[in-house]
């Protein structure tokens, strides 16, 4: 086979990785909209439905208007699923732990993918996305070691299955990568939406207008787009390179509630992240101009 059609153009995986970076930067400022204050008086044990009931709620007003190419295919319904397990399981592990635990044990997601596209699905491996991951490895085990002594067995627990359910929604978003994005990132925000309206109404908690404010901007900001630009990505960037790249998003997560002095990251945080930071740009700068280069 020529190797033209067998490799992907260089420029368009390129332009895959900004993509996913957009989505990656945006999705890091979910610790601010969760931990802004706005929402202390919603109870903390169902704070994070209800959260994900008006993220979603607004994500969807904003992408079914969008949606170009509706298609029906058989992967839409566990796709569906573990995006409504992973939505609500992430803002519980938030409201029930700190948001700096949430995103690290959500950050567990780069090994799941690994274990299913190459145990399972038998994917080959590539040695350059070893090293992201193995960094990364030690960076957020050295965390969670000492971050989840003590803390809210639940909301560990939680953080542990949003890490796994992002994974499996990252390889449902790449088998699905031809479908129209509107479509496939709407459906999966109104199923959400759907599956918490009892519980919402349950509850009774109505939003102020300052709070209604403040969730349209988490669901279009925080939700809606950088999943469009994930989709897009994923296009030209397989799901372990993909997750690799997120790794970004805890790093950057607990520094932009630091710098705004919502949460102070413990010594162990920091050396953590760097570790992470150091493996993306030994992957994405050394390793990436040695291999151009041969």
Not at 64 to 88: D, E, K, N, Q
Not at 150 to 175: D, Y
Not at 228 to 249: C, D, H, K, N, S
Request: a positive charge; one cysteine or more; glycine letters at 8%.
């Amino acid at each position: 086979m020529n190797s033209r059609t067998s490799s992907p153009d260089p420029g368009s995986k390129t332009a895959g990785r900004l993509w996913i970076l957009a989505a990656v930067l945006m999705w890091s400022s979910c610790g601010l909209f969760v931990k802004c204050g706005l929402f202390d008086d919603w109870p903390a044990a169902t704070r994070g439905p209800i959260l994900a009931f008006w993220r979603a709620a607004f994500a969807a007003a904003i992408l079914l208007p969008m949606i170009r190419r509706p298609r029906w295919h058989r992967l839409l319904v566990p796709m569906t699923g573990v995006f409504a397990v992973m939505s609500v399981t992430y803002l519980a592990a938030m409201s029930l732990t700190t948001a700096a635990n949430a995103i690290w044990l959500q950050g567990t997601a780069p090994w799941w993918v690994f274990i299913i596209s190459v145990v399972l699905l038998r994917k080959p491996v590539v040695r350059r996305d070893l090293v992201p991951l193995c960094f990364g490895a030690v960076g957020v085990g050295m965390i969670l070691f000492f971050e989840v002594q003590g803390e809210n067995v639940a909301g560990v627990l939680l953080g542990l299955i949003s890490g796994v359910t992002f994974g499996c929604v990252i390889m449902f978003l790449r088998r699905l990568h031809r479908e129209d994005s509107a479509w496939l990132i709407g459906l999966n925000h109104s199923v959400v939406a759907l599956a918490l309206v009892p519980l919402v109404l349950y509850l009774g908690i109505r939003p102020t207008a300052l709070q209604l404010l403040v969730l349209a901007g988490f669901g279009a900001f925080q939700m809606a787009i950088p999943y469009v630009f994930m989709v897009r990505g994923l296009r030209t960037v397989g799901p372990q390179e993909a997750v690799a790249i997120g790794l970004l998003e805890p790093v950057l997560n607990p520094l932009w509630l630091f710098l705004l002095g919502l949460e102070t990251p413990r010594w162990w945080t920091v050396a953590g992240a760097a570790l992470i930071f150091a493996g993306l740009v030994l992957r994405y700068v050394v390793l990436e101009r040695v291999w151009s280069r041969r």
